[in-house]
């Protein structure tokens, strides 16, 4: 018996509709293996139509008053609740993430990360006006961008959706946002939801794979392309929008360093880290997945951590008792579990190693130690659950360790010593400095790296500026 697919639809200028050719592609359940879905294979023309509705909608939006944008947020906020549940379930199919981390990890931050911004859709902040020539009078104007195109990452796909039309919307942008082709099916629902709330044109959905995201940064409409993914992938769009100078907003894959000192408490910084680590099946670019460990606690820790990693337990979304699911998809397995083929013969693989089960994409979380510095799994983002394990003799050994890669996302330092963390919050050279903790988040504080992590800022009053322009007005103030 053959169970018909679901179909997804792109959502267009306040309606849903498929591809204009008919094409579509089958979505897969990562935690089975097997499709639940069909969503459609946007071209040119769903790309032509989808930005022709956001620069047709923007005039209006863009001079609506900073509080009736206010109240469209909030409004989406207060829906997002009513509909979690709902919400929930489709990330679920998206993800094969467990159903109760989804529940409390993040649909309270995405509805509170709404509801920031909705207040910072009223904080548009200049210097104050003045006459710094004779006769003159000084006006600054912060302005929204125009149309945005924004691609958001399997990861976190909800949750990034968030982070990405939130700050644009509140500045009284447009958006054309593209989930990807492995996770559509929460940001279609999104776009119901949203949809209902906000004019037709405002918030538009097309689904699609890298053809279709490339149309949408190469299309003369945006004014900025955002995009969260792979170093690759950020590379392309930063050389595809400087054809036309759009502005691009890049955040990228990251290679978090954990500087755990000796006089950490090994117990305590080994049940922070390997929560950190194996979350979300160690997809994510803050991931604490590459821990520095002083010599002298070295061997004591790699056990506790090993252990650690026995004790967690991948699995089935509604088995209330596994900490993550399964990888995204068969290519990331595939990534995975070539990293663990490949390790050099001086590496030893302390736990884990291998794939969970037949059915779906599960891995086990995995620790590895006895690496150098440049070993392919130090240098390179695994995105997955697998931490490595160094050994330092000292701080300046520590610092080299940890900013020795090319990315520079996240990083974490552990110790008593005030003193000590606050010399190595300055000499990381990451985006965020984390001490005796990693992965919070906060939407009031800046999220975005430097180096081949990309740049420009997620999440707070920064974040919002990215998707505004700075306008100077000068006028005579003579008779």
Request: glycine share 8%; with cysteine.
């Amino acid at each position: 018996m053959t169970t018909e697919l679901r179909r997804l639809r792109n959502y267009i200028n306040g309606e849903f509709r498929d591809a204009a050719d008919g094409r579509t592609t089958e979505v897969i359940n990562p935690a089975t293996g097997e499709a639940y879905a069909v969503a459609p294979l946007s071209a040119q023309a769903d790309v032509d139509a989808a930005m022709k509705a956001a620069a047709d909608a923007f005039p209006a939006w863009r001079d609506l008053v900073p509080a009736e944008r206010q109240k469209a947020l909030l409004k989406i906020a207060d829906a997002f609740e009513e509909r979690a549940e709902e919400l929930i379930a489709a990330e679920v199919e998206n993800t094969g993430k467990p159903i109760g981390l989804t529940r409390s990890e993040e649909i309270p931050p995405m509805v509170d990360q709404i509801r920031f911004f909705a207040g910072a859709a009223r904080m548009l902040e200049g210097r104050a006006a003045g006459e710094y020539m004779e006769g003159l009078t000084s006006i600054i104007r912060r302005e929204p961008i125009g149309v945005c195109a924004q691609v958001a990452p399997w990861n976190y796909p909800m949750m990034m959706g968030v982070w990405k039309f939130a700050p644009a919307l509140a500045a009284g942008n447009t958006v054309v946002l593209k989930p990807s082709d492995t996770t559509p099916a929460s940001t279609v629902l999104m776009a119901e939801i949203i949809g209902s709330i906000v004019p037709p044109g405002v918030f538009n959905v097309i689904c699609g794979d890298r053809d279709t995201g490339r149309a949408m940064v190469e299309h003369r409409t945006p004014a900025m392309a955002s995009i969260t993914g792979s170093v690759r992938a950020g590379m392309q769009v930063a050389e595809s929008a400087s054809k036309d100078l759009k502005r691009v907003h890049l955040e990228l894959g990251g290679k978090a360093p954990v500087v755990v000192f000796e006089d950490t408490d090994i117990a305590k910084a080994v049940e922070d880290i390997s929560v950190a680590g194996f979350f979300n099946a160690g997809q994510d670019c803050t991931a604490a997945t590459r821990v520095l460990v002083h010599e002298s606690i070295h061997d004591d820790f790699v056990t506790a951590l090993a252990k650690a990693a026995a004790d967690t337990k991948t699995g089935q979304p509604d088995d209330e008792d596994v900490l993550y699911g399964p990888l995204n998809n068969a290519n990331q397995l595939k990534q995975v579990t070539g990293f663990i083929e490949r390790l050099p013969a001086h590496a030893k693989v302390e736990a884990g190693g291998q794939r969970v089960g037949e059915k779906g994409y599960f891995f086990a979380p995995t620790v590895v130690s006895g690496l150098k510095q440049d070993d392919e799994i130090i240098q390179n983002e695994v995105f997955g659950p697998v931490i490595t394990v160094q050994s330092f003799t000292d701080e300046a050994q520590a610092v080299s360790y940890a900013n020795g890669v090319d990315y520079a996302l996240a990083s974490s330092v552990w110790t008593k010593d005030h003193a000590r963390a606050m010399r190595l919050s300055k000499a990381l050279d990451f985006g965020c400095v984390w001490i005796n903790t990693h992965i919070p988040l906060v939407a009031e504080m800046p999220h975005g790296g430097f180096k081949k992590s990309g740049y420009g800022k997620d999440l707070s009053a920064y974040g919002f500026d990215d998707y505004t322009r700075i306008k100077h007005v000068m006028t005579s103030i003579e008779g």
